[in-house]
């Protein structure tokens, strides 16, 4: 453990993304950006640390694989708000996924993580967005989360050199029509820690 944390140190000294990054108008973008950030959970001092592999982009209220589609409700009001803040939601009323709201205020767009390499203190499995937030102990108590924050934020980091982006269909919205088809996936090409290849 104690080596983990000596590799993991470079890393935990990156600077926390900034609401400008969070705010930029291309959501897809922002999801190909986010790919090899590192993803920080910090539980009252202890810190988990992921690097982030996975992702999917989504389009706000044009975009019918979106949750932002139905509308602003109690649910979705957090895509809704100021960029660079955390989406939390339970599916099949026992996963927790987390998204980041991206995008200028009221776009209703975010981007879902869809998993995580470990970095620090994470035992469990990260290979899936229920996976991951069980992993690293995200839950719905982390709804509207500033990423800006101490608790849950993202770091910057290193480009990778040489590190192939691979873009794909969305997962599990079939219900999305011509939306299900949209190439709005993006993960590294075979890191092991894609949920799907």
Known sequence: MHNQAEAAAPLLNQPKLTRAFYAQDDCAQVAQQLLNKILVVNHQGTLQAGRIVETEAYLGPKDLAAHSARGRTPRTQVMFGPPGHAYVYL??????????????????????????????????????????????????????????????????????PHEEIIVRPRIGVDYAGEWAKAPLRFYIKDNAYVSKK
């Open 91 to 160: 599916i099949y009323g026992i996963h927790h996924c987390m998204n980041v709201v991206t995008g200028p205020e009221h776009s209703g767009t975010a981007v879902l993580l869809r998993g995580v390499e470990p970095v620090l203190n994470i035992d469990g499995p990260t290979n899936g967005p229920g996976r991951l937030c069980k992993s690293l102990g995200i839950d719905r108590n982390d709804y509207g989360a500033d990423l800006c924050g101490s608790r849950l934020y993202i770091l910057d980091a290193p480009e990778v």
